[in-house]
């Protein structure tokens, strides 16, 4: 009886503790469940906005641009990385500071040229203070940033030794002496040359990262903690050749200086093509100094005086009017028409119609054009329209203007306006404009349009290769087409432009004098310019030259202030094909390129040997191994810090080689 008590007794004490935890557990459960229905009811982005918004943000994080080159590989704008370096010295252990900044103050006041005690001075009184993101330097580059990171108590790292370093991207020239007003800018707000024409190709798309506040005013990034990797922009080659815009650069430079000219510009196309392999332009700021810095031969439309006569002379060769037989009687250069006096500054007489051109007759332009389309000027004008000499031209570089001409419709029309028309009055035109139209004569009729955009590529791959794109497939027909062309040889051989002339090289154009805003009161202002093609045989380059406000007491006429520029620029871009060029066109050139432009290294394997690669720059390395038939693996960007094979290894294609990237 004594044991079944003894056994009642335990069973009762059990069940009671069973009870007692099981009531615990259901209380538990009931307050969890009131805790879950007041989470539902609460205002969770108060929560949000309380407690995290407060002490973290989502920030931006850069994605790098694009780099620009030229036609040959050669980098005209590039990304370069730079490194902001920040201390948090509350994870700086005082024993690890104490005992290290004697040496580190010592590493800093080497490297940057003061004294120790004034960075000791502040780093002890940041030290103090717990500053967990104390800025010590800004704007570093990879080597700079590289050494720093090395020095005494940094060596430890963010989390040891408070060394935090964030990275930015800045956008450098590679040539800013030669075309820098060419290339551009595109910084946010303003946008201009070839950086801002191809600027959505190699702005990449930014990522997100999240930064914890530090304090009022400071916010620390979490480098581990990436919301969004960014991606980066496409590399753009354009069509600019650096030789030959050094070439023109060099030839205008010089002019300017010498006739002490307000400004000028030069443009380079490629006949067969219709790409721009040079475009300068220079404004004088001081006495012998001039600058790219404004793009004239785009965002400028001027009256184009005798080149024009190509155009309008063109209209009526090609209506059958006027042939190598047509003469005109140009009398003694003075013509009165519709009370307008028209006059020459070359003699009189009879001219054959390649003299009309060659000796830049503005009375027998004005004969001949109105003589044939005096009753229907809109004959001569529909000639204008199917040459889109009415049309803005669509191109990527931003700020073309649009041509403009006095038509019938417009009140300034009158009856001396077709006059003044044919030989380049009444109208007005930018450079790329008149050098698109003789690109298409010198393209026996096929005008293309200009380009500036050579390829797109990302990661070695090409997105995007530029073909040539017809505006008009036949301009004129073929007869009109090499009458003009014998025409313009005509007036570099024996016209206006003879002081150009070589037989070692045919050269084919017209001069211009216009005289600008001739309205206004004050001295004359003069313009001179020089339009043509080389070899007139064989056409490779369009050119067109444009020299503004030269000093008139030197020379204001296209013969002798524009056209030696032409002739200096053919001569030396025919430097790489076999032609006897006098001795006078190979002055060397001013610019020495090799010191100016970072070109890609090469990359072989030759013999089987895998060649070093450590410390060039990985974007320009790994394509050329890919072509080479080698598979590539790598990580990070930047410069290549680590190979395998290592240099010397025997390879075999399709093998893979892993590399190791660091900015």
Not at 5 to 14: A, L
Request: net charge positive; with cysteine; proline share 3%.
């Amino acid at each position: 009886m004594a044991v079944l008590n003894e056994f009642e007794n335990k069973r009762s004490k059990t069940l009671r503790w069973g009870y007692l935890f099981a009531g615990a557990a259901f209380i538990l459960f009931v307050v969890f469940l009131g805790r879950i229905l007041i989470l539902q009811n609460t205002n969770v982005q108060e929560i949000k906005d309380d407690y995290i918004s407060k002490n973290y943000r989502e920030a931006t994080l850069k994605a790098a641009r694009g780099n620009l080159y030229a036609a040959d590989g050669s980098i005209l704008a590039t990304t370069v990385m730079r490194y902001d370096v920040f201390l948090d010295f509350k994870t700086i252990k005082d024993t690890v500071y104490s005992n290290n900044i004697g040496a580190l103050t010592d590493s800093l006041s080497k490297m940057f040229g003061k004294p120790r005690s004034y960075f000791r001075d502040r780093l002890d009184q940041q030290k103090k203070a717990n500053n967990q993101y104390y800025s010590l330097v800004k704007g570093l580059d990879f080597d700079e940033y590289d050494r720093i990171r090395k020095f005494p108590i940094f060596k430890k790292g963010k989390n040891r030794g408070g060394f935090i370093v964030d990275r930015n991207f800045k956008r450098e020239l590679a040539t800013t002496q030669i075309g820098a007003g060419t290339i551009g800018m595109d910084n946010g707000v303003t946008k201009s040359g070839l950086e801002g024409a191809f600027s959505k190709y190699m702005t990449g798309v930014n990522g997100t990262r999240l930064e914890q506040r530090v304090n009022s005013s400071q916010w620390k990034p979490i480098d581990y903690w990436k919301v969004k990797e960014p991606v980066d922009g496409q590399d753009v080659y354009t069509t600019i050749d650096l030789r030959i815009q050094d070439i023109a650069h060099s030839a205008l430079e010089k002019q300017l200086i010498n006739f002490d000219a307000d400004h000028g510009s030069v443009l380079v196309m490629e006949v067969a093509t219709g790409k721009v392999k040079a475009m300068v332009n220079l404004k004088r700021t001081e006495p012998g100094i001039y600058v790219d810095s404004y793009n004239y031969a785009l965002k400028d439309a001027t009256e184009p005086g005798s080149t024009f006569k190509t155009v309008s002379l063109l209209a009526a060769m090609d209506d059958g009017f006027i042939d190598e037989n047509t003469t005109v009687n140009v009398g003694n250069g003075v013509w009165t028409y519709a009370k307008q006096r028209i006059s020459d500054g070359h003699g009189g007489g009879v001219y054959e119609i390649a003299d009309v051109l060659a000796k830049s007759s503005n009375v027998g332009s004005a004969k001949l054009i109105t003589q044939y389309y005096a009753d229907k000027p809109q004959v001569f004008l529909d000639h204008l329209k199917r040459w889109k000499m009415f049309e803005k031209m669509e191109i990527e570089l931003p700020g073309i203007t649009k041509p403009f001409i006095v038509t019938p419709e417009n009140k300034r029309w009158n009856a001396a306006t077709l006059a003044s028309l044919s030989y380049g009055y009444s109208s007005r035109f930018n450079l790329l404009q008149l050098t698109t139209f003789y690109n298409g004569i010198a393209n026996k009729g096929k005008m293309l349009k200009p380009l500036f955009i050579d390829k797109i590529m990302k990661d070695g791959q090409i997105l995007y290769s530029a073909q040539p794109e017809v505006m008009v497939k036949k301009m004129a027909s073929e007869k009109a087409i090499t009458m003009m062309t014998n025409a313009l040889t005509k007036a570099v051989e024996k016209g206006t432009a003879r002081s150009i002339f070589t037989p070692n090289l045919k050269m084919a154009g017209k001069t211009g004098t216009a005289r600008f805003e001739y309205w206004k009161p004050g001295p004359a202002k003069y313009q001179a310019s020089f339009a043509g093609f080389y070899p007139s045989d064989n056409p490779k380059y369009t050119c067109i030259v444009m020299v503004n406000q030269p000093d008139k007491s030197k020379s204001y006429y296209g013969s002798t202030v524009a056209a030696p520029v032409f002739k200096e620029i053919a001569g030396k871009t025919f430097l790489k094909t076999p032609q006897n060029i006098e001795r006078e066109m190979l002055v060397d050139k001013k610019v020495d390129l090799s010191k100016m432009v970072e070109r890609t290294e090469k990359i072989a394997v030759t013999g089987k040997q895998m060649p070093k690669v450590v410390g060039l720059i990985g974007k320009n390395v790994i394509p050329q191994l890919e072509n080479q038939g080698y598979r590539v693996d790598y990580k990070g960007v930047g410069r290549i810090k680590e190979q395998f094979p290592l240099e010397g290894t025997t390879i075999k294609k399709n093998q893979r080689i892993y590399l190791s990237l660091q900015n």
